[in-house]
């Protein structure tokens, strides 16, 4: 059959059918309903069958948009045999994900690669295409996998092209994604195609149907039907300016009333089954389609025979919707009633259907519905969960548990970022209201979503004071830990002795009652120094405790924990795991502080670039939901980054950004955080008297600062700053403070910095042997930046004392150290003092030499940005050039600095000009 006025369209998806060199693998296909991408995609597929390609995928359905990984099950259904060619942890990785295996939900990156690992198996018999109708429909998580699939084609003999509705204005196209708009035929096309299919037209009734269709094709083939019959009258009593989808969906309509009842009824229980036209005539589903119902229905054109297991489906989505429309009230809940029993077996499928079939509040009903909420949120979608708990509220007949119900999808809501709808759920839980510890667990749900979107630590203090005490002696359990908990975490931030005294008192009062998780939560962060001792040990056992199945928050919690006990390196997999409830539970905040979380145990592991790309990628999550104490936490993070590597204007940059936010709200950690990386930066430089003037910002010389969770860890900053700077009775006072607290017992990563500082202020006798005893500390390998520190200090105590041969072999190791993770700034100053030992080292503008180093090292891409900041453009304006995104900018400038030997933008110039003349001669 011709397709007349697709060309360009055709051309598009026969390329991407071939894969000739330099056509993207994937095309996607977006337009008004009835232009066509239908019958372009079909087309598509039987181009390719021809070609001897196999043919994946299926089509998104409205009623399956709510069911995790319903469009995975749809895609591997074919091909599950496959599933035993890969290996066996993505093979189980797949059967748990498609309901063949128990266990928990795996993350979704571990789902992306088991995917792609059975494509590729599939992909080794022979080339394969992926074709998607109604994609708009596919349910989030597998849109999730399947965008990462679509990126990651290249390799192998496979392509996709999906189908769906147009981009809306606000919708963002990710960069590697090929979009083709099919647009209305133009006017002679529309002429020819209407010609074709109805040749006798009255010249009237023609002019009128090009005028009315605008060039949609679906239009010039059905309208023509419906003029000069009953289905008209539908037509005619709409305004000449109606929608065409209205007008179209007026036709069918038209139709569908034209069918007997019981057709009628069997059509309508099809539609909201998400076009599920396989039904057989049995005695178990009366109500399904007969073939002779199928024959009439096709005469009158609302389905068309096909190649899909059924052998029929509906002719367009609009038809579907039309006979939705067209049925009563009473009729559409009766239809979803018949099909909550046929998906007895099918929880997720049938709760839908029951939801949509109940007319009055029915407890049976809602607690049916909530139960399976929480499946929904364990098993792939908080957001989706959000939704089902909203009507189990509506559903509920108790005010009280409508209440109830209604505060557990403001926490959902508040979990997947969307606070603008927690805090409408709360008001709407609050009119129910006449619980008190209910009414305390809606304030405390109310102080997170201000602690997470405005960093209001005065207001969050006023509503947790204020829960704890609506709650009176009854509020106990969950409620009462979450208040306390929240109540701890924001005196954290807050850093204020008065608020710490008064979170004392409540665990003086109510400690009893409260969980052994709050207690930890308290003691790591009300002083660690002075009550973290021994948590480390109950935090291991808290780990071990935890279920398969823990609720992300209280992960996220012990993770925080981890954070201030120097032992996140050791759960990095809970960590992975948060971080995949952005796109698997839709567990946004918690997915948020994943990437903080990340981001620093990279950062202390020497994986600068993935600390770099993880903190990035929170900080975009972040500003994308408004979550902005979060999204200051991870600018802490990139600022400490900059300074470790040396890059002084953007550490400052970040601080001038933090503190201004900060100090307003009176957040100490930021205030505490923000002075640490200006410290660090200062230190890079040897600037003792800056990096001195920033540690005693944070606490004084020869005292830890109480309830100032950072103190213990600028011990050695401090000491290092006061040594340099002529403040020898500072130093030695600070390392007595540190002794006195036994912070080298606390955690190893402190161990080695209290071990150094030891070190520094020793007598010159003692000194070399402290410094050993610290390199010679367990696991020392484990954090190189430190470790690189300390060797550097060891390298100058020998050079300066006129001891040469002791001080190379330190300072080669720490300059090795610091070019292996980028810290190019101490990677300079550790080459400075090795040639101050007679080494000949040479000056690395560029760091490796000529245009097969670091030109070759720098992509085109990397280069043009490299240019673009050199003129003096910022990482957005770069981006809006480029069509990227200011993070990826960020990125690529994170790498490119190490390549050139710089640290700084303001290096980018001379860096790219000495490049250009190395590259002359050749």
């Known amino acids: 059959m011709d397709i007349i006025g697709r060309d360009r369209e055709l051309a598009a998806l026969r390329e991407t059918i071939r894969r000739p060199p330099g056509v993207p693998p994937n095309l996607v296909l977006h337009g008004d309903p009835g232009v066509g991408k239908t019958v372009l995609l079909r087309a598509a597929i039987g181009y390719a069958e021809q070609r001897g390609v196999r043919v994946l995928g299926g089509t998104g359905y409205e009623s399956e948009a709510q069911m995790a990984f319903a469009g995975l099950y749809q895609l591997f259904a074919p091909v599950l045999d496959h599933l035993d060619r890969v290996e066996p942890f993505h093979r189980d990785v797949l059967r748990r994900v498609l309901g063949f295996q128990p266990g928990p939900i795996p993350d979704r990156l571990a789902i992306s690669v088991a995917s792609l690992a059975v494509l590729a198996s599939v992909a080794e018999d022979g080339p394969v295409l992926i074709a998607v109708e109604d994609a708009h429909w596919v349910d989030h998580p597998t849109r999730e996998v399947v965008m990462f699939l679509l990126l990651r084609l290249q390799p192998y003999d496979i392509r996709a092209i999906f189908a769906r509705r147009p981009l809306t204005s606000t919708e963002r196209v990710t960069p590697g994604i090929h979009m083709l708009e099919v647009e209305p035929l133009e006017e002679g096309a529309a002429e020819a195609l ?98 002779r119902d199928l024959l009439e229905i096709e005469r009158l054109g609302l389905i068309t025979r096909d190649s899909t297991p059924s052998g029929v489906r509906f002719r367009h989505p609009l038809v579907r919707s039309a006979i939705i429309n067209t049925a009563s009230p009473d009729e559409v809940r009766a239809a979803h009633a018949v099909l909550a029993e046929q998906h007895r077996a099918d929880p997720e499928r049938r709760v839908w259907h029951l939801a949509a079939a109940a007319v009055e509040p029915k407890e049976e009903v809602a607690a049916e519905i909530e139960q399976t909420a929480y499946a929904v949120s364990v098993r792939g979608g908080t957001g989706l969960a959000v939704t089902a708990m909203q009507r189990a509220a509506a559903l509920t007949p108790d005010p009280g548990d409508a209440a109830r119900r209604l505060q557990r999808a403001a926490d959902l809501a508040s979990e ?24 305390a667990h809606g304030l405390t749900t109310k102080a997170r979503i201000l602690l997470l979107r405005d960093g209001d630590l005065a207001a969050v203090r006023r509503l947790l004071t204020r829960a704890v005490a609506t709650g009176g002696a009854s509020m106990t359990g969950p409620a009462l830990d979450g208040a306390v908990l929240a109540r701890v975490v924001a005196a954290s931030y807050a850093q204020d002795p008065v608020e710490w005294e008064a979170v004392r008192d409540v665990f003086a009062g109510r400690g009893d009652h409260l969980g052994p998780h709050v207690h930890l939560l308290h003691d790591v962060l009300y002083d660690v120094s002075r009550t973290g001792h021994g948590a480390a040990t109950r935090l291991r056992a ?36 948060l971080i995949a409830d952005e796109s698997g539970r839709g567990a946004v905040t918690y997915a948020a502080s994943g990437y903080w979380f990340a981001a620093h145990d990279h950062y202390l592991s020497g994986e600068w670039e993935a600390a770099e790309t993880a903190a990035s990628a929170g900080l975009d999550l972040c500003v994308r939901h408004d979550l902005e104490l979060l999204a200051h936490d991870l600018r802490c993070s990139l600022g400490w980054f900059a300074a470790g590597r040396g890059d002084v204007d953007s550490a400052r940059e970040y601080s001038r950004t933090v503190e201004q936010w900060a100090e307003p709200r009176g957040s100490g950690l930021h205030l505490t955080l923000s002075a640490r990386n200006l410290a660090l930066a200062a230190l890079s430089q040897g600037d003792y008297e800056s990096a001195y003037a920033q540690c005693v910002r944070v606490s004084p010389a020869g005292d830890l600062a109480r309830h100032v969770a950072y103190a213990p860890w600028l011990v050695f900053d401090l000491v ?19 002794e006195r607290a036994s912070l080298a017992d606390l955690t190893p990563r402190l161990r080695l910095q209290i071990f150094a500082a030891r ?45 040469p041969g002791d001080a190379r072999p330190e300072l080669r190791r720490a300059a090795d150290l610091f070019a292996r993770i980028g810290a190019t700034a101490w990677r300079q100053r550790a080459e400075q003092e090795l040639r101050a030992t007679g080494v000949a080292v040479a000056q690395q503008v560029v760091p490796r030499t000529s245009t097969d180093s670091a030109a070759g090292d720098l992509t085109a891409q990397q280069l043009e940005v490299a240019h673009l900041a050199a003129s003096g453009l910022s990482n957005k304006e770069i981006a809006e050039r480029l069509y990227l995104s200011p993070r990826t900018v960020s990125a690529h400038l994170y790498r490119i600095f190490p390549k050139l030997g710089i640290t700084s933008r303001s290096a980018l110039r001379d860096a790219l000009e000495a490049l250009r003349h190395t590259r002359i001669p050749s």
């Open 194 to 291: 209407l010609s074709l299919l109805h040749p006798h037209l009255p010249e009237a009734v023609r002019r009128r149907v090009l005028r009315d269709a605008a060039g949609n094709p679906l239009a010039l083939a059905e309208l023509p039907e419906v003029f000069g019959t009953d289905a008209a009258a539908g037509l005619e009593m709409l305004p000449s300016g109606a929608p065409l989808r209205t007008r179209l969906e007026s036709g069918f309509a038209g139709r569908a009333l034209s069918l007997p009842a019981p057709s009628h009824t069997a059509l309508l229980i099809t539609a909201l089954d998400g076009d599920r036209l396989e039904h057989r005539s049995e005695e178990a589903q009366p109500t399904s389609l007969s073939p």
């Open 416 to 439: 997947c970022g969307r606070l603008d709808l927690a805090q409408r759920l709360l008001d709407e839980a609050r009119r129910h209201l006449d619980d008190p510890a209910r009414s």
């Open 542 to 577: 808290a780990f071990e405790a935890l279920p398969d199945d823990a609720p992300p928050g209280r992960v996220a919690e012990l993770c925080r924990a981890a954070t201030w006990l120097d032992l996140l390196h050791d759960y990095r997999l809970q960590v992975r795991d």
């Open 720 to 738: 290092d700053a006061a040594v340099h700077s002529g403040r020898p009775r500072e130093a030695r006072a600070h390392v007595a403070a540190a």
């Open 759 to 803: 070190a520094l202020v020793a007598p010159e006798d003692e000194a070399p042997a402290l410094f050993r005893a610290a390199l010679a500390l367990p696991r020392v390998e484990q954090r190189p930046f430190d470790h690189a520190r300390v060797r550097l200090a060891l390298g100058e105590f020998h050079r300066r004392r006129h001891r």
